[in-house]
């Protein structure tokens, strides 16, 4: 499994740069290097959708661990924007799939943990320890943090467009992390469609690096070849 594969190879590079088309803007010397919270939000995602899955506990809590330590803010209306998603395909093509995939919001996920802690008194002393740290932190928990997240449905046989902003002479960090059901296919452009890269590979799994020469807004397309519609968490500086 994805998340099994990734807790033992967690010092395990895995990304990908934007193609030659952008060189004004790739910083070669960062090339197939994530950030340490890239990679801790990217397992916490792999742990937040193993334990959805599985009605596992100790998965969603150490994912929401993971987040105390590397605070995220919902993107929801932050920089970035999200058109409805498409699909040619008629409804007979599409096979039926049920559940939705959480954000990474530990009051969400730490919730969600509750559910299957049956009579465990060790877990849910430590989900209600962690709830007494998220609550300690109020507002200031997520005030300077420094990365945001959203969760979105792809449809099957369709895509879904995502015009996302970041700031310029920083490096920018975009990583997309379905939720194993189909291959997604990525696809970024600028603003006037160039195709800046891409990441074609048969996983649902991206990551793009580079540094915008100014505040710029970006577009990211995601197709789902699949029957079954997939949900693309999104993670991003």
């Given at each position: 499994?994805?998340?099994?594969?990734?807790?033992?190879?967690?010092?395990?590079?895995?990304?990908?740069?934007?193609?030659?088309?952008?060189?004004?803007?790739?910083?070669?010397?960062?090339?197939?290097?994530?950030?340490?919270?890239?990679?801790?939000?990217?397992?916490?995602?792999?742990?937040?959708?193993?334990?959805?899955?599985?009605?596992?506990?100790?998965?969603?809590?150490?994912?929401?661990?993971?987040?105390?330590?590397?605070?995220?803010?919902?993107?929801?209306?932050?920089?970035?924007?999200?058109?409805?998603?498409?699909?040619?395909?008629?409804a007979s093509?599409?096979?039926?799939?049920?559940?939705?995939?959480?954000?990474?919001?530990?009051?969400?996920?730490?919730?969600?943990?509750?559910?299957?802690?049956?009579?465990?008194?060790?877990?849910?002393?430590?989900?209600?320890?962690?709830?007494?740290?998220?609550?300690?932190?109020?507002?200031?928990?997520?005030?300077?943090?420094?990365?945001?997240?959203?969760?979105?449905?792809?449809?099957?046989?369709?895509?879904?467009?995502?015009?996302?902003?970041?700031?310029?002479?920083?490096?920018?960090?975009?990583?997309?992390?379905?939720?194993?059901?189909?291959?997604?296919?990525?696809?970024?452009?600028?603003t006037d469609?160039?195709?800046?890269?891409?990441?074609?590979?048969?996983?649902?799994?991206?990551?793009?690096?580079?540094?915008?020469?100014?505040?710029?807004?970006?577009?990211?397309?995601?197709?789902?070849?699949?029957?079954?519609?997939?949900?693309?968490?999104?993670?991003?500086?």
């Amino acid at each position: 499994m994805k998340v099994l594969k990734k807790i033992g190879l967690l010092t395990l590079l895995v990304a990908f740069s934007l193609n030659v088309n952008a060189q004004t803007e790739v910083n070669k010397s960062n090339e197939g290097v994530q950030s340490d919270a890239i990679k801790a939000l990217s397992l916490a995602s792999d742990l937040v959708n193993y334990g959805q899955a599985n009605k596992d506990a100790y998965s969603l809590v150490s994912a929401a661990k993971i987040i105390l330590e590397n605070p995220v803010q919902s993107a929801r209306g932050n920089r970035v924007s999200a058109e409805e998603g498409s699909s040619d395909a008629p409804a007979s093509a599409r096979g039926e799939k049920s559940g939705s995939a959480l954000d990474l919001d530990v009051k969400a996920i730490l919730a969600e943990a509750s559910k299957y802690t049956s009579d465990n008194s060790d877990l849910k002393a430590v989900i209600a320890s962690l709830e007494k740290e998220l609550n300690s932190r109020g507002s200031r928990g997520y005030a300077g943090a420094g990365y945001v997240n959203g969760t979105w449905s792809i449809p099957a046989y369709g895509s879904r467009t995502f015009k996302w902003t970041f700031t310029g002479g920083e490096v920018a960090e975009i990583l997309f992390n379905g939720d194993d059901d189909t291959d997604l296919d990525f696809y970024v452009y600028d603003t006037d469609g160039n195709l800046l890269g891409s990441d074609i590979d048969a996983t649902d799994y991206a990551y793009f690096s580079w540094y915008p020469p100014y505040t710029k807004q970006y577009v990211f397309k995601v197709v789902n070849r699949g029957s079954v519609y997939n949900n693309c968490r999104i993670v991003s500086n």
